[in-house]
């Protein structure tokens, strides 16, 4: 009687002890959850703060740009960032583009050409009260498995990567996946060799200029510039 009262008893206190451990992993769990929910909700909101970035409405106090030309401005800055200059034209003939000087520059009705060491052609739009600037990229096809070997002439379907970060993968369905992060649906202009992207949300539609070459896709993307403003505007 008595080994099997101690027995019983141990018995009872193995399970308390595994209640306890149950309870304190449960603990533990929830407070992880909330955690990753935290972080989550972080991330969401940091994402969101950077699109309110990206779609920085027009200044409605800006002078009108249409019908001038971006040599009518020393210096531009992306609209985003309104005092940081990206583009200037200088007194003495030469440009500079992103921290690279240029020797001499033209500008024509549709695009900027910057000369030296090396030469930088880039399409321009003003519209409204900002200027578009096209910046160009060389993209390549890449083979997925499964699928067949290349893209069939004179077609956009397929997957094409620049530099291992950004990407553009167009369905024969018509919809896209911009840096395999922004959906959407697409048409495209052959004449114009334009496409036009539809996004699900977040952005604006955006035109783009492509030209094909095999397995290679150049593409122009839009970029929204301004004049630039001093610190103290």
């Known amino acids: 009687m008595s080994y099997n009262f101690y027995q019983a008893k141990n018995e009872k206190k193995l399970i308390r002890m595994k209640k306890v451990k149950l309870l304190s992993y449960i603990c533990i769990m929830v407070l992880l959850g909330s955690l ?34 971006p040599d009518d ?3 531009w800055a992306a609209i985003y960032e309104e005092t940081v200059e990206s583009l200037s034209f ?11 000087k240029y020797d001499s520059y033209t500008v024509d009705d549709n695009f900027i050409t910057l000369k030296g060491s090396e030469e ?30 290349g893209p069939e002439a004179g077609s956009l379907v ?3 990567r620049y530099d291992n970060h950004y990407s553009y993968e167009f ?6 996946y911009e840096d395999e992060n922004f959906p959407g649906h697409y048409s495209v202009n052959e004449e114009d060799h334009t496409i036009k992207l539809m996004y699900n949300d977040q952005f604006e539609d955006t035109y783009l200029y492509y030209s094909l070459d095999g397995d290679m896709l150049t593409i122009e993307y839009p ?3 301004v004049p630039t403003k001093s610190e103290d505007q």
């Open 36 to 69: 990753l929910v935290s972080c989550t909700e972080g991330k969401k909101e940091q994402d969101r703060e950077e699109i309110v970035i990206t779609l920085k409405p027009e200044d409605p106090n800006a002078e009108e740009l249409e019908g001038k030309k």
């Open 171 to 176: 369905t024969d369905k018509g919809t896209f």
């Open 120 to 149: 930088a052609k880039m399409r321009y739009v003003m519209k409204r009260k900002k200027m578009l600037l096209y910046d160009s990229k060389l993209y390549k096809y890449i083979t997925v498995a499964g699928t067949y070997d």
């Open 90 to 100: 200088n007194p003495d003939g030469s440009a500079t583009y992103k921290g690279t």
């Open 73 to 75: 401005f020393s210096s």
């Open 223 to 225: 970029w929204s510039m």
């Open 158 to 160: 397929g997957l094409w």
